[in-house]
């Protein structure tokens, strides 16, 4: 067997656990905690078939985001010259002019280049600006929750994964970006066809259309420029004048869209039904709204929407407990293993958002870790903090129209993503 980037693993155990078995998928939570007491450095085997490491403690998870000799790009790791990734993007339609774009995003970078262009677009993606939008968020949600009626099905129930959940984030960055609104339909295709469709066809065409489209955005803002962050980035230089280039721009605004977009809508849709699930959590949000920026917290830690993290490759031999992992292996960090471990957190499977949180540097690795740390995550925070309290505000008498055990979740590791939520709205 061959690990995903086409190297022979020299393991033979590897394969033990594999990310598809159907209790994991089930229960990730006890699945994964399982495994966190028994064998915290894991060998397993991926969708694919391709081998990897899994680590599910919440102090090797930091170790794995953290230390440089665990790389993104395996192409930083000595003797491996090919990425498979970018095949497998061929292979499912994209043209190969447009793979890089997909392939060579800033999750993908290692220091220097990493560093380089985290710095120049922090600059640009500041706590400031997120800060700055924040009635535009109200504003998108309430519009959303006013429209809610109108997408009521014949028993009188809507789903608010579809008409709730998603919507919200993709229209959030097309107003950050500085979308117009005539193009902002079209976004929202290309935002479902990438994230929720499934079909690798639709998301190649998104991807081929998103790409000519942010091009020529960027061609017409430097032509006329304005003061979204699309002008930000094109903008942003530092010391040495050093700037992004067009194709980083291109790719850029794509990320944004396919890091913020999916991730988001299921903090939300989880999140929405983990406090209907649990009323007296809820109550505690409603009886005060200044609860909500630890509440969204705790909802990260306790149903975030990325169970496990891309794989990072080992630059070189190195032994995480106990475990030997060689040059070349890839290793997938758990965060749903992390965000539980006892060492950590007490009674980490209880919800309570009143749990003390720090502001910065907060404990749960809901948002990942170290330099890699998640450039939007002020800013899904607050779609949290918005979309919660003003749902519970607008719909107080919202209840679920299924029973929980009914409800189905998409059957892939590393994602937490309910397939629909069906509510009854209430008055
Ligand atoms: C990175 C989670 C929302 C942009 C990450 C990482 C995680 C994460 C775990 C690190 C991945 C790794 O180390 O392999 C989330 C969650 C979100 C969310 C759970 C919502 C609840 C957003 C939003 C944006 C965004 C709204 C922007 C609009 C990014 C970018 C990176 C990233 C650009 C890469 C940073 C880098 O490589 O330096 N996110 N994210 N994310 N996220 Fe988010």
Known sequence: MSTPTGHDSPADDFGAVALTDPALLADPYAG???????????????????????????????????????????????GIETDKRADLLIAMGLPAEYVPYIADTVLDTDPPDHTRLRKLVSRAFTVRRVGELRPRVEQITDDLLDALPAHAEADGTVDLVEHFAYPLPITVICEMVGVPEADRPLWRRWGADLVQSQSPERMGTALVEMVDHIGAMVEQRRAEPGDDLLDALISVGDEDGDRLTGKELITLVLTLVIAG??????????????????????????????????AVHELMRWCGPILGTRPRWATEDVTLGGKLIRRG??????????????????????????????????????????MHYCLGAALARQEGEVAFTRLFERYPELSLA???????????????RLIRLPVHLGR
Request: charged share 30%.
């Open 261 to 294: 977009h999916e991730t988001t809508a299921n903090l939300i849709g989880n999140g929405t039904l983990a406090l209907l699930s649990h009323p007296d959590q809820l109550a505690l949000l409603r009886r005060d709204a200044g609860t909500a920026p630890r």
């Open 329 to 370: 292996e890839p290793v997938m960090a758990m965060i749903v293993g992390a965000n539980r471990d006892p060492r950590r957190f007490e009674d980490p499977d209880r919800l309570d958002i009143a749990r003390a949180y720090e502001t910065r540097g907060e404990q749960h690795t809901g948002f990942g870790h170290g």
């Open 32 to 78: 994964y905690g399982r495994l966190r007491e028994t064998e915290p450095v894991a060998p397993a085997r991926n969708m694919d078939g391709s081998h990897l490491w899994i680590v599910t403690r919440h102090d090797d998870v930091r170790t794995v985001l953290d230390d440089p000799r665990f790389a993104n790009d395996p192409l930083s790791v000595p």
């Open 402 to 416: 299924v029973a929980e055990h009914e409800l189905e979740w998409l059957p892939r590791p590393g994602l937490r």
